[in-house]
């Protein structure tokens, strides 16, 4: 069996040393679509968020964002977009297994390929419950298990990957704004590219 791979800060740190952004300066197109479901011009957390490209976008579109990841490349890169589009963008080294969130600190916290170890994932979750103020949104795509028969991105370990059954599990009584899982094409710079198999989900905190 191929080993896989540790999503490390120094692999991250080495995905992201070029000039190139891996993947892309574009936001992801579920966002683009769906960023209006977030609280207008809210506090928003952008988790794993990389180069940069989504928070950067949610900024533009007047929202305060804080984007945490636990690259310094990839964070340096995403100060330099947010000057390149002349928007302000918070970044936050931090590792996602320890950092607290706060307590109802944030109006919407964006979750776009934040793929963790499932202890982590466990952890996390209700940590972002009571980061979310009342009526607060959680938007999320992830790739789903079954992902990992495709190579089209993604880690290759299907226990880093999101169902929405554990979602749901994870966040009782929120509203389902907009759940999904299924096939779609994902083409996003060099780093995804095809028919993808994914998890979507918009919930809402209640107020």
Known sequence: MTPRTPLTPEFWDHRYSSTEYVYGKEPSDFLAERFAELPAGGETLCLADGEGRNGVFLATRGMRVTAVD?????????????????????TLLADLAEWDAGDARWDGVVSIWAHLPAPVRAALHPRLARALRPGGVLLLEHYHPRQVGYGTGGPDDPTMMLTLDELHAAFPGWARVHTFEGERVVMEGSGHGGKSYVTQAILRKPS
């Not at 340096?76 to 928007?87: I, M, S």
């Open 70 to 90: 636990n690259s310094a490349m990839g964070l340096e890169k995403a100060e330099r977009l947010a000057a390149e589009r002349a928007v302000a963008l918070t």
